[in-house]
């Protein structure tokens, strides 16, 4: 059995991280282990072992407790094949569809997921409930920026083709809490969104490490960029870019709210 367990980092960043354990034999993978501390500290509390970590892409944000985390537990590092010289250390480079094992029990699939950096990977957990792990492709209402040696088009591709491959109950475990923000922006074009602003009081009274975990399925309430289609949604847009198309298509409205966003 494949058992989760999410760390707020509680810093300027509002970073997760996440440690995958297999229920038989105690092992555990930490993923994007920044606070490498607060990962270690978890595992010893339930009686878990890192024996890997997987990075979902090469930014030192995710990266940056690597060394440390390997120091104190010999941990193999796992990350996307094209990232390994830039993040060093690398143990395995991944591939899309290679399966990472942790224990008897617990496995992730490698999905190569390329916008955010043009190399990176969310982990799909096969499981009774399906989760995902997505690292800065997928925020909660939002999606990741491509300032940092990324691509909006193939962010565009990417977060197509995870919504049309994704189960609408697999639970969305993002890189970082921005969900009160990005509900803001969402409200900020869609405001008769009434999930969207039920979910925004709700996060105005909670810190990341009581923000709910969500699913797909809330995710297409909720997240601007799912929502492409939306009447009320394109008439805000076009509010505030005029030049967008009278009948915008979904790449031009998702390349328009990227860019919308990046400034906002």
């Known amino acids: 059995m494949l058992l989760i367990e999410r760390i707020w980092a509680n810093n300027p960043l509002r970073n997760y991280h996440y440690l995958v354990a297999c229920s038989e034999t105690g092992e555990a993978l930490a993923i994007d282990p920044l606070d490498w501390q607060a990962c270690l500290q978890t595992a010893q509390a339930r009686g878990w072992q890192i024996t890997q970590i997987l990075n979902t ?35 395995r480079g991944l591939h899309a569809g290679d399966i990472v094992r942790i224990g008897r029990s617990a496995e992730l699939e490698c999905l190569d997921t ?57 639970l969305l475990y993002p890189g970082h809490d921005y969900l009160l923000n990005n509900l803001n922006f969402t409200l900020h074009l869609e405001p008769d969104n009434a999930a969207a602003s039920a979910e925004q009081q709700r996060a105005k009274t909670r810190n990341g490490a009581q923000a709910p975990v969500l699913t797909l399925a809330e995710e297409l309430r909720l997240n601007t960029f799912f929502r492409l289609e939306e009447p009320s949604l394109i008439a805000g ?28």
Request: aromatic residues 4%.
């Open 57 to 91: 892409h090469e930014h030192r944000d995710h990266t940056g407790g690597n060394a440390a985390l390997v120091a104190a537990t010999g941990a193999r590092v796992l990350a996307h094949a094209e990232a390994a010289t830039r993040i060093g250390g690398v143990s």
């Open 114 to 170: 390329p916008g955010h950096t043009l190399a990176h990977i969310c982990a799909l957990a096969h499981a009774d409930t399906p989760a995902l792990f997505s690292g800065d492709t997928l925020f909660n209402a939002g999606v990741g920026n491509c300032r940092n040696g990324g691509d909006p088009e193939t962010l565009y591709r990417t977060c197509s083709d995870l919504v049309a491959r994704l189960s609408s109950r697999t």
């Open 237 to 264: 847009l076009r509010a505030r870019l005029p030049t967008l198309s009278a009948h915008p298509d979904r790449r031009e409205m998702f390349l328009a709210l990227r860019e919308l966003r990046n400034g906002w």
